[in-house]
């Protein structure tokens, strides 16, 4: 064949060649392209969202009190193996099910150690049950946390591939809580909607700081696209995900540790409803702590909707400190102002005032103006408030507001939800003659307790009314976004002197008035006493419930900490309803335990024992420290010879009779590794003295009291 | 075998397009040729090298992701299950229920210095 026929031919059957392509690619893109569309779109998913981790909350050093974790629904698809059936389904062979999940098998041990809930032979029937039906979704660990499925993930059975296995999973972001979700100020820090809401919002803040403070916890997700590189479905970030700030709390864990348990003691003894509590940094405004629990059975209380902040009730007689403050600031009575509440024990009589029928709970008969505060009589504040004010209400009115604690002072920053206090006006319907009287002493005006406790807190703290904040910063990345400081709201709610008065009055009451049963001989006590009844079904009524309540600070002399405790109770009453003795104990155990904790004493409050001059035991120890604190003690006249230790690095020194921190820094500053044992002062060591240190080697110490 | 003929003819005739253009895979073709032959080679061999460094970097990266994604669960979980651990009221109930004969200070230190 010529060159011209060979070639034509080759050419020829190149044409064909590429016909044939042309002919199978219009083929596959008309008839097949759907079919091949949707395999690269499962291979190659675009606009993936690329999940940020949430901002952090902590406490006021930096205990974490919510963080973000993801948790896990565990499936098992029992039509997973590595050979398709005819169908193109593939399945788990009957062996290996019957090997791991007979009742005693790995699989079934692995899953009761993992969710104890079931025993072995309970997951082992549920195992079988789920693959003799072929289930292809069958659930068996609901909410399961990372750390726990990292475990199961190295348990037999299921440390197999996915496709050996079948195990599959759901994963979601789950905000963790260290301290659990019933105590230690949870409502007050929040949730994050865990599925969806009906506004389609996922991991958005539910509540409390997680609200309030979302757009900054939140972050922002970043965009990507998922291929399959190397067998593997692997993200191609386009743009990075922006991971939350985190959010630093003036909560101390400590504080709110023990205002929990106090609190809840108190309302489970008296079977309360429920009862809500805060603490304030005096000087700061700062809140430490902030419980509001419900009881929901004769032996738990749980954390309940901020009632501190979102409830408005009448304060009853915590409100006669501020009618004592106003009459006192305009000059109307004095302390000493004589009242004769008519009410005796020989002759018990209420006051008529304008037809409502004021009472005492107990008779008080004549009495001072500061006296009045002290026994908390309704009578007395009501007479003395009606006589300065009845021809002129506003000017009572006037006086409640330069004192400034009525005014709205946006807390929904902080919380959600807060309310303000209602004020009253004199050119409202519902103000009548009876409503000077009945607000003198605490009924009428709604007012969240925090407001109240906010109202005490500047009692203490010189007159200056502090803004109440529990979130300090926020900050990323170490950086600061948000600082706040304390706030002066107002610099004087009072003269110096009618604040002097109220001071006393605050004292008094613990010490022989109303609250004396909280009387401590440990902490100094001052604070206010209230019983209010609870406004229900269009009236109130003894039958309706009381809000009993304490407010005060402590300790007296230097206030450092300000607190308000209410409780709510129901009939049937332990005893008749008393802020001191129901509300009170759980205000002066939290003052015992902070005061011991969180305050210290100089030496000038310690007075030396001038009758026993002897040397006190003193620990081996550093001989500088030892004679300052025998000058400070004035105890240096005494005979105190103190001998020498050895500071030759390269021997052992004769640590006994030495305490614990002083043995281990002499010892440990010659190289040598130190395993205590025991309490008190050392008693005996291992490695005897004058022998040579060798750096590194282990010597035991035991300490004994 | 008349068509086969012709069209041979008008592939090889000098006029035809098989005759203008030139030869391809021949030696003169080749070695005219050879710079641009050899950028073309030069730029596949990159390619194909850079992608798979891409892919094995990308590939990397996401292991190195899933591991840092991991210390960081991890240390959370750790982290707050210390945390919670550490609550004074459990501890409190631990000290009470073993024989440690330690109480809670119920007066507050004094500062010496």
């Given amino acids: ?705 | 075998m008349a068509f086969l003929d012709k069209f041979s003819q008008a592939l090889t005739s000098e006029d035809s397009f098989a005759g203008k253009t030139p030869s391809l895979l021949t030696r003169d073709f080749i070695i005219k040729h050879a710079a641009k032959l050899g950028i073309i080679i030069v730029a596949a061999w990159l390619y194909i090298g850079l992608r798979y460094n891409c892919e094995a970097s990308l590939y990397h990266l996401n292991q190195l992701k899933e591991e840092l994604n991991d210390v960081r669960y991890t240390t959370i979980a750790r982290w707050g299950e210390l945390t919670g651990k550490n609550k004074p009221d459990i501890i409190r109930r631990k000290v009470l229920q073993s024989d440690i004969t330690l109480e809670a200070a119920d007066e507050p230190p004094i500062r010496v210095k």
């Avoid at chain 1, 909410?143 to 496709?163: C, D, H, I, V, W």
């Avoid at chain 1, 991991?203 to 609200?211: A, D, F, Q, T, Y």
């Avoid at chain 1, 007012?447 to 807190?457: D, E, K, R, S, V």
């Avoid at chain 1, 025991?678 to 004994?704: C, D, F, H, N, Y």
Wanted: glycine share 10%; proline share 5%.
């Fill in chain 1, 1 to 705: 064949m010529s060159f011209g026929k060979r070639f034509a031919v080759v050419l020829g059957l190149i044409l064909l060649y590429i016909c044939c392509i042309a002919f199978q690619s219009f083929r596959t893109i008309v008839s097949d392209g759907d079919k091949y569309r949707a395999l690269v779109g499962k291979l190659n998913r675009e606009n993936q969202v690329i999940p940020q981790v949430r901002g952090f909350i902590f406490s006021d050093n930096d205990e974490m009190l919510a963080g973000s974790l993801p948790e896990y629904d565990i499936y098992l698809d029992f039509r997973s193996t590595t050979r398709p059936n005819e169908k193109g389904e593939i399945n788990i062979p009957a062996d290996t099910i019957n090997k791991y999940f007979s009742p005693s098998g790995e699989g079934s041990m692995a899953l009761a150690k993992i969710a104890p809930q079931r025993t072995a032979a309970q997951w082992s029937a549920l195992i079988q049950e789920g693959y003799t039906k072929r289930n292809g979704h069958l659930l068996i660990i609901r909410a399961l946390s990372y750390t726990g499925y990292k475990e199961l993930r190295q348990m037999p059975y299921f440390n197999k591939q996915r496709y050996r296995n079948g195990l599959t999973r759901d994963e979601r972001a789950h905000r963790y809580r260290p301290f659990g979700d019933t105590r230690m100020a949870a409502r007050t820090i929040g949730s994050v909607y865990a599925r969806k809401d009906t506004a389609g919002r996922i991991g958005s803040g539910r509540g409390g700081i997680e609200l309030a403070y979302d757009s900054l916890l939140r972050g922002v997700p970043g965009r990507g696209y998922r291929q399959s590189i190397r067998r593997r479905m692997i993200d191609i970030i386009e743009s990075e995900p922006v991971n939350g700030a985190n959010v630093h709390t003036t909560l101390n864990v400590e504080m709110q540790d023990i205002l929990d348990r106090a609190l809840g003691k108190r309302i489970l003894e008296l079977h309360a409803d429920g009862g809500w509590a805060a603490v304030m940094d005096v000087h700061t405004g700062q809140i430490k702590a902030i419980s509001n629990l419900h009881r929901t059975g004769d032996s738990a209380v749980v954390e309940d909707y901020n009632h501190l902040v979102e409830d408005l009730y009448d304060p009853g007689s915590t409100f006669k400190t501020v009618s004592y403050m106003v009459l006192l600031d305009n000059d109307k009575i004095t302390p000493e102002t004589i009242v004769n509440t008519g009410n005796t024990a020989q002759n018990p009589s209420d006051w008529n005032c304008h037809g409502k029928h004021i009472k005492d709970d107990h008779p008080v008969g004549t009495v001072t103006a500061d006296e009045a505060i002290v026994q908390s009589s309704n009578i007395a504040v009501a007479k003395l408030t009606c006589q300065a004010y009845e021809s002129n209400p506003d000017a009572y009115l006037a006086g409640i507001e330069k004192i400034g604690m009525m005014n709205d002072l946006a807390l929904n920053c902080d919380f959600p939800g807060a309310q303000a206090p209602r004020k009253r006006s004199t050119k409202e319907k519902t103000w009548s003659k009876v409503s000077l009287g009945q607000i003198s002493y605490g009924y009428e005006n709604r007012i969240p307790g925090l407001y109240m406790l906010n109202f005490y807190n500047a009692i203490a703290n010189g007159g200056k009314l502090m803004r109440p904040y529990i979130v300090r910063e926020v900050e990323k990345d170490g950086k600061v976004l948000y600082e706040r400081e304390p706030e002066v709201v107002n610099k004087n709610i009072c003269s110096p002197k009618t604040l002097e008065a109220v001071r006393h009055a605050l004292r008094g009451v613990v010490e022989h008035g109303t609250a004396k049963s909280i009387n401590s001989k440990r902490v100094t006590i001052a604070g206010k006493t209230g019983t209010a009844q609870r406004y229900a079904n269009g009236n109130y009524d003894y039958g309706n419930g009381h809000y009993v309540s304490f407010a005060g600070f402590f300790p007296f002399e230097d206030p450092q900490y300000s607190m308000i405790v209410v409780i709510d109770v129901r009939p049937p009453y332990p005893g008749r309803p008393g802020g001191g003795y129901m509300a009170g104990p759980v205000f002066r155990q939290f003052a015992e335990e902070i005061y011991a904790l969180h305050c210290e004493k100089s030496l000038h409050d310690v007075t030396p024992d001038t009758l026993h001059r002897r040397l006190p035991e003193v620990k081996r120890g550093p001989q500088e420290d030892t004679e300052y604190l025998l000058s400070k003690l004035r105890l240096d006249s005494l005979n105190f010879k103190p001998t020498e230790l050895d500071g030759v690095k390269e021997i052992i020194p004769n640590v006994v009779g030495m305490g614990a921190e002083d043995a281990l820094y002499a010892l440990e500053t010659r190289g040598l590794r130190v395993q205590m044992s025991g309490m008190g002062r050392v008693v005996r060591q291992s490695l005897t003295a004058g022998s040579p240190a060798v750096k590194g080697s282990s010597i035991e110490l035991t300490l004994k009291n």
